[in-house]
């Protein structure tokens, strides 16, 4: 019988290397990182942060979407949403034949994934942020093949908000609650009867909801506030007496661990320090490869730079979350897609200010600057980088030749 669900590719990565290198490398990128993560063109020097672009859950995701293609091509190939959150990524395999499935109008089918044309002779990929269980339960139904990309990172949180709901623990979730990762996320509290979840945006959403666990508070306000962001069933009353912490894997370490604090520090005051064990847990989610991109930022602005730039998609919380860590140590940072943001005849930059959704545009934005820091999200590919690099020399009248 032929097997449907696949999650260790098909041993398939010489037979697409010529294409992802012809899709993703960037000899430029390369001579960076040979030259000390730095490049000097004219009055500009380039630095690059130790740990950019491409982690390893996205190149896994990325390399088994290209060798699906390769496994199966006469078969009709499907995506659920976005294998990441980069446009020139999906755009390639769109080029490919992949056909994208998305959400239909919440009016329609509850928001639902639309699965009503894939039948069992089709091919559909998980992309790595996964999909919820219900969706995952679907397919299977269906049974089509499955390739699952999620990444490992994601699993690691899925168990232990599992764990959390097989131990009669409510699993507070720091992510945005439209967010593909974290619908899955919170997906998983299902696994057990019972099992409940609440999602938090930032601090000021913990507080609302640690005042109620401290006894302050209105019910009606918190439960307006987080109505999509709550299991189905959600007593604000009993499910808050004993708590998990997890979070987005992309989201700004920092933040989430301050979270965590606040959420203990509510439980000890309104239980006593001596029972938090009944009622807290928390466990670092935040995956390495987001981590090590944040540091890499720290480490780098030991140095003094005239400005940041942040390259990757604007619907990537990771990368939001770089630039928002290189704006909190006072450095000027622009969040950019890639390379076309950067108009040269105009001397503009297009970009996606820190807390905001929508684009501005900058003019005169290089001004006097010599020294430009350069990092990238987890799911940008180095070509992106290296032609930011050569279309922000050609603004500064530079020469540079893009490799």
Same mark, same amino acid.
């Given at each position: 019988?032929?097997?449907?669900?696949?999650?260790?590719?098909?041993?398939?990565?010489?037979?697409?290397?010529?294409?992802?290198?012809?899709?993703?490398?960037?000899?430029?990128?390369?001579?960076?990182?040979?030259?000390?993560?730095?490049?000097?063109?004219?009055?500009?020097?380039?630095?690059?942060?130790?740990?950019?672009?491409?982690?390893?859950?996205?190149?896994?995701?990325?390399?088994?979407?290209?060798?699906?293609?390769? !496994?199966?091509?006469?078969?009709?190939?499907?995506?659920?949403?976005?294998?990441?959150?980069?446009?020139?990524?999906?755009?390639?395999?769109?080029?490919?034949?992949?056909?994208?499935?998305?959400?239909?109008?919440?009016?329609?089918?509850?928001?639902?994934?639309?699965?009503?044309?894939?039948?069992?002779?089709?091919?559909?990929?998980?992309?790595?942020?996964?999909?919820?269980?219900?969706?995952?339960?679907?397919?299977?139904?269906?049974?089509?093949?499955?390739?699952?990309?999620?990444?490992?990172?994601?699993?690691?949180?899925?168990?232990?908000?599992?764990?959390?709901?097989?131990?009669?623990?409510?699993?507070?979730?720091?992510?945005?609650?439209?967010?593909?990762?974290? !619908?899955?996320?919170?997906?998983?509290?299902?696994?057990?009867?019972?099992?409940?979840?609440?999602?938090?945006?930032?601090?000021?959403?913990?507080?609302?909801?640690?005042?109620?666990?401290?006894?302050?508070?209105?019910?009606?306000?918190?439960?307006?506030?987080?109505?999509?962001?709550?299991?189905?069933?959600?007593?604000?009353?009993?499910?808050?007496?004993?708590?998990?912490?997890?979070?987005?894997?992309?989201?700004?370490?920092?933040?989430?661990?301050?979270?965590?604090?606040?959420?203990?520090?509510?439980?000890?005051?309104?239980?006593?320090?001596?029972?938090?064990?009944?009622?807290?847990?928390?466990?670092?989610?935040?995956?390495?490869?987001?981590?090590?991109?944040?540091?890499?930022?720290?480490?780098?602005?030991?140095?003094?730079?005239?400005?940041?730039?942040?390259?990757?998609?604007?619907?990537?919380?990771?990368?939001?979350?770089?630039?928002?860590?290189?704006?909190?140590?006072?450095?000027?940072?622009?969040?950019?897609?890639?390379?076309?943001?950067?108009?040269?005849?105009?001397?503009?930059?297009?970009?996606?200010?820190?807390?905001?959704?929508?684009?501005?545009?900058?003019?005169?934005?290089?001004?006097?600057?010599?020294?430009?820091?350069?990092?990238?999200?987890?799911?940008?590919?180095?070509?992106?980088?290296?032609?930011?690099?050569?279309?922000?020399?050609?603004?500064?009248?530079?020469?540079?030749?893009?490799?």
């Amino acid at each position: 019988m032929e097997s449907t669900y696949f999650r260790r590719g098909f041993g398939l990565k010489a037979a697409i290397e010529g294409q992802r290198t012809a899709d993703y490398h960037s000899g430029t990128v390369e001579a960076m990182r040979a030259n000390g993560n730095t490049l000097t063109a004219g009055r500009l020097t380039f630095r690059l942060a130790q740990e950019f672009g491409f982690c390893y859950g996205v190149d896994r995701a990325v390399d088994y979407a290209y060798e699906t293609r390769a !496994k199966f091509p006469d078969r009709r190939l499907f995506l659920v949403g976005e294998i990441i959150h980069n446009p020139h990524v999906n755009a390639n395999l769109a080029r490919m034949g992949v056909t994208f499935l998305h959400r239909a109008a919440a009016g329609l089918t509850g928001g639902e994934f639309d699965f009503s044309g894939i039948t069992a002779d089709d091919v559909v990929i998980i992309p790595a942020f996964g999909v919820t269980m219900r969706d995952f339960q679907r397919l299977r139904d269906i049974g089509c093949i499955v390739v699952d990309t999620t990444c490992g990172s994601v699993l690691n949180v899925w168990k232990r908000v599992e764990s959390y709901a097989r131990d009669g623990f409510t699993s507070i979730i720091h992510g945005k609650h439209y967010h593909e990762e974290t !619908k899955a996320t919170a997906s998983q509290v299902s696994r057990h009867p019972g099992g409940r979840h609440l999602i938090v945006f930032d601090m000021t959403e913990t507080r609302l909801v640690c005042d109620w666990i401290e006894g302050r508070g209105d019910e009606g306000a918190l439960r307006a506030r987080f109505s999509q962001a709550i299991s189905e069933g959600f007593d604000f009353h009993a499910d808050l007496a004993r708590i998990g912490v997890a979070n987005q894997t992309t989201m700004l370490s920092g933040e989430s661990l301050a979270i965590a604090a606040e959420f203990r520090a509510a439980l000890a005051r309104r239980y006593g320090d001596e029972h938090i064990g009944e009622h807290f847990r928390s466990f670092d989610t935040i995956c390495s490869a987001t981590q090590e991109r944040q540091d890499a930022i720290v480490q780098m602005l030991d140095s003094p730079i005239d400005l940041m730039l942040v390259i990757g998609g604007y619907n990537s919380s990771n990368t939001c979350a770089l630039a928002a860590l290189a704006q909190s140590r006072g450095v000027r940072a622009y969040h950019i897609e890639d390379a076309d943001n950067v108009d040269v005849a105009a001397g503009a930059i297009r970009h996606q200010p820190v807390g905001s959704k929508v684009e501005q545009v900058e003019v005169g934005w290089l001004g006097a600057a010599t020294v430009i820091g350069v990092t990238a999200g987890a799911s940008t590919p180095n070509n992106k980088i290296g032609e930011t690099v050569a279309r922000v020399c050609e603004t500064a009248g530079e020469p540079f030749v893009l490799v």
